[in-house]
């Protein structure tokens, strides 16, 4: 009987979260889709190739409009990385903005969170991004960073026939890059790639997520973080660390983080925990190994390290500027919104966005520009 109570809550909890995040989740893979067809990615390297303030503003704002995938996000940093960008901007600012800061992780948060949440997170990945970029620039010797961009530019790297796609983006105006149907094809290719990548994961998140809220009671969770008492320095700290290492043996990323995140706060986590959970996503064993495969152990390790530490310390500091402010709200306040009929009508909407896009990806034949719009711009 209890294992049947616990299968019904899981699935009455996976329901929920799907419906709710639906619209949210193609919404902006769509966006990123868009930003990868239209935005050429050699200009954006250019761009970034040296490790100044300014550069690292600029790679965490490219981050920011593009990939949500952590996978996808680690491949075009190693391609940056690989082309000369500084290793503060392509695999700090830009790999940590492109899988933590970008639109559909916040919508995704707000939604099953709160907008309160959604704002520690921008402040706080914020604020990660200094911390890693800092230490890129200041703490990691020079040498090693060479030796990682030595590294990865000896593999065999297969770019699929990238150049063709980045030499129309490049030689093309805006104008004929968003008025044909070719650019618009690429864009729903990409944000179906974006699917491909992610799915198995999203689906991991969601069922991982789901299993734990059926069958392991909030009391153990609670059992966990009171091993310090509440509101002390240590349960912080302590909480921050414990999110920071579930985040890693969970091995899910990016917004698939989003409903675990809800159960560990409903489970008495605190404020700042939930914030370095999300942020360790980064540095799940699978990551890692790519870490290794493309810059050797070395770098792999360094960037564990240096990881795990800025998501704790950045969720250690939100928590006590978000304490001491007065903005951490009440758990019973947050998550597990029923969603209204505006949830109805966006996943509607959106579903026909993610039919026309697969429709682009997996049936229809390459063609050329709109009629009578851009002529020949294909």
């Not at 890693?248 to 409903?266: E, G």
């Not at 495969?293 to 500027?321: C, D, E, N, Q, S």
Request: glycine content about 12%.
């Amino acid at each position: 009987m209890a294992i049947q109570q616990g299968l019904i809550e899981s699935g009455r909890f996976l329901i929920e979260m799907v419906w709710i995040t639906w619209w949210p989740i193609v919404l902006g893979f769509t966006i990123s889709g868009a930003i990868q067809a239209f935005v050429s990615q050699e200009r954006m390297g250019d761009m970034i190739g040296g490790d100044s303030w300014r550069e690292i503003g600029l790679a965490s704002g490219f981050g920011f409009i593009s990939s949500s995938c952590s996978f996808g996000a680690v491949a075009t940093a190693k391609s940056l990385f690989k082309k000369g960008a500084s290793a503060a901007t392509s695999l700090a600012a830009y790999e940590f903005a492109s899988t933590n800061l970008v639109i559909e992780i916040g919508i995704v948060i707000w939604i099953v969170l709160s907008p309160t949440f959604m704002v520690a997170d921008f402040v706080g990945g914020a604020l990660l991004i200094v911390l890693l970029a800092g230490a890129f620039k200041y703490l990691v010797p020079e040498s090693w960073i060479e030796d990682a961009r030595e590294h990865v530019r000896n593999l065999d790297d297969d770019e699929g026939g990238h150049g063709m796609d980045e030499d129309w983006v490049q030689n093309h105006s805006w104008k004929e890059k968003l008025l044909t149907l070719r650019g618009w094809r690429k864009a729903s290719k990409n944000a179906i790639g974006e699917w491909q990548m992610l799915w198995k994961e999203l689906v991991a998140g969601f069922i991982i997520a789901a299993l734990i809220k059926g069958f392991v009671p909030e009391s153990a969770w609670q059992q966990l973080f009171s091993i310090f008492p509440e509101g002390t320095v240590g349960w912080i700290v302590f909480g921050v660390v414990i999110g920071a290492v579930i985040g890693v043996l969970t091995f899910v990323c990016s917004v698939s983080n989003v409903p675990f995140a809800l159960v560990l706060w409903q489970g008495g986590i605190p404020f700042g925990g939930v914030l370095s959970y999300i942020f360790a996503d980064l540095i799940v064993p699978h990551i890692v190994d790519m870490y290794r495969k493309f810059y050797g152990w070395r770098m792999a390790a360094t960037m564990f390290v240096l990881f795990f530490a800025a998501a704790a310390v950045a969720g250690v500091v939100i928590h006590a500027v978000w304490a001491g402010a007065g903005l951490i709200p009440a758990r019973g306040a947050v998550g597990g919104t029923k969603p209204g009929w505006y949830t109805t009508i966006l996943n509607v909407v959106f579903s026909g966005v993610f039919l026309v896009q697969a429709y682009f990806m997996y049936f229809e034949e390459r063609g050329g520009g709109i009629a009578g719009v851009v002529p020949g711009a294909n």
